[in-house]
T-cell receptor
Framework: GEDVEQSLFLSVREGDSSVINCTYTDSSSTYLYWYKQEPGAGLQLLTYIFSNMDMKQDQRLTVLLNKKDKHLSLRIADTQTGDSAIYFCAESPDGSSNTGKLIFGQGTTLQVKP | DGGITQSPKYLFRKEGQNVTLSCEQNLNHDAMYWYRQDPGQGLRLIYYSQIVNDFQKGDIAEGYSVSREKKESFPLTVTSAQKNPTAFYLC???????????????FGQGTRLTVV
């Protein structure tokens, strides 16, 4: 079945790197996404990775994809207090691409301590 | 600017009442979704619609109803049959037709519903 798992909480100090991990079950997903949610707000797309890539870097963000283990990670370099938020991993299995049914993880709350 | 708008931001409901949450998008997206968010449970899909006048139940549709009379609008009604409606509700839209391959979802800012 379709399932996305994330750890619920991560705490880091300002300036350190943060690594948020995600596992998914459906290997047919063409794209995998990371969304950020600030308190009381909707989700914003942070970054994405195409399934034939192993790594994608975008400024302070690095996404690593291990298709064999169905493992996705998001690394935030030089973490700032403004990065404190909930981060969601999401996949869109190709079998449901016409429905656009995005499957989300539970979200990882990132706490950045000054 | 194109976007997706939810209203109201906060909504209070008395027990036994139906309430309707609004979701409007001007992105010309064909698919629209309603999610419910509870602490520590991520996003759970309530209903989704791929085209006008058609919609499907998600994982937790009981106690909710929707309509899709216009492409731009996908209102959600929380009925009195929903026993635990207090939650944060998120609407999203997505382009699923055409040649664009990457079709991420765009989200509204959410409606926080509280039963009083």
């Amino acid at each position: 079945g379709e399932d996305v798992e994330q750890s619920l909480f991560l705490s880091v100090r300002e300036g350190d790197s943060s690594v948020i991990n995600c596992t998914y079950t459906d290997s047919s997903s063409t794209y995998l996404y990371w969304y950020k949610q600030e308190p009381g707000a909707g989700l914003q797309l942070l970054t994405y990775i195409f399934s034939n890539m192993d790594m994608k870097q975008d400024q302070r963000l690095t996404v690593l994809l291990n298709k064999k283990d169905k493992h996705l990670s998001l690394r935030i370099a030089d973490t700032q207090t403004g990065d404190s938020a909930i981060y969601f991993c999401a996949e869109s299995p190709d079998g449901s691409s016409n429905t656009g049914k995005l499957i989300f993880g539970q979200g990882t709350t990132l706490q950045v301590k000054p | 600017d194109g976007g997706i708008t939810q209203s109201p931001k906060y909504l209070f409901r008395k027990e036994g009442q139906n309430v309707t949450l609004s979701c409007e998008q001007n992105l010309n997206h064909d698919a629209m979704y309603w999610y419910r968010q509870d602490p520590g449970q991520g996003l759970r899909l309530i209903y989704y619609s791929q085209i006008v006048n058609d919609f499907q139940k998600g994982d937790i549709a009981e106690g909710y109803s929707v309509s899709r009379e216009k492409k731009e609008s996908f209102p959600l009604t929380v009925t009195s049959a929903q026993k635990n409606p207090t939650a944060f509700y998120l609407c999203a839209s997505r382009l699923t037709s055409g040649t664009q391959q990457r079709t991420e979802a765009f989200f509204g800012q959410g409606t926080r519903l509280t039963v009083v």
